[in-house]
């Protein structure tokens, strides 16, 4: 995993690779694919926290005491953007659930290809915490541009991106609105089509995940 000049970082781990793989297969089914973007989220995890704050505690073992690591400061909330962030959210809680948890309702229109805000529900306090903002596909990049500004707009100054797939254009459109914010995907697509779906990527998240197509 190494950083782009661009501020992305691209989490290329072969297990990930080859789930991602599976996902990507029109047959998965609904089951797979939910199982399989929980699965990726846990690693996925791993590499965005890697440089996570730790503060030395003492704590008593069996044997001894001794002062060992733990994450500093607030907690971390996890901001999933509606509906299909809702994929990596779950994943992410299993090994982090003491993290807080905000969304971002937005959809896009399917003429202008912009994002329409709906809901939005933020932590008190997510100024004093880490944001991780979850969207499963960085397209277009329209929406991701609105969701960050959204948690900024909140006070928050310390955010990460997490996308499953993304596409060049929308990494260049959220880079240029964001710039301070990194951009951690599993897999950097070739292009985007007409409709503004990531090629060859997987579809629809969102109706893939929930099976409502």
Do not use: W
């Amino acid at each position: 995993m190494e950083p782009g000049r661009d501020g992305t970082i691209l989490v290329d781990h072969p297990l990930i690779q080859h789930k991602l793989t599976i996902m990507r297969k029109a047959e998965t089914s609904t089951l797979g694919f939910r199982r399989l973007l929980g699965e990726i989220a846990m690693l996925l995890a791993y590499e965005v926290l890697r440089d996570a704050p730790t503060e030395l505690v003492e704590i008593e073992t069996p044997l001894t005491t001794c002062m060992m690591p733990q994450l500093a400061g607030k907690k971390l909330c996890l901001v999933s953007v509606l509906r299909a962030g809702d994929g990596l959210l779950s994943g992410m809680l299993d090994i982090l659930p003491a993290a807080r948890v905000g969304h971002v309702g937005l959809y896009r229109d399917p003429k202008t290809l912009q994002a329409v805000e709906y809901f939005i529900k933020l932590p008190r306090d997510i100024d004093e915490r880490m944001a991780i903002v979850l969207d499963p596909m960085l397209a277009t990049g329209n929406s991701a541009v609105a969701a960050v500004q959204k948690v900024k707009d909140a006070g928050c100054t310390s955010i990460k991106f997490v996308a499953l797939l993304a596409a060049p254009e929308g990494i260049a459109n959220l880079r240029e609105a964001h710039p301070d914010v990194p951009v951690y995907t599993c897999a950097i697509d070739q292009c985007l089509n007409d409709h503004g779906y990531i090629v060859p990527g997987l579809g629809d998240a969102g109706d893939r995940l929930f099976g409502t197509k």
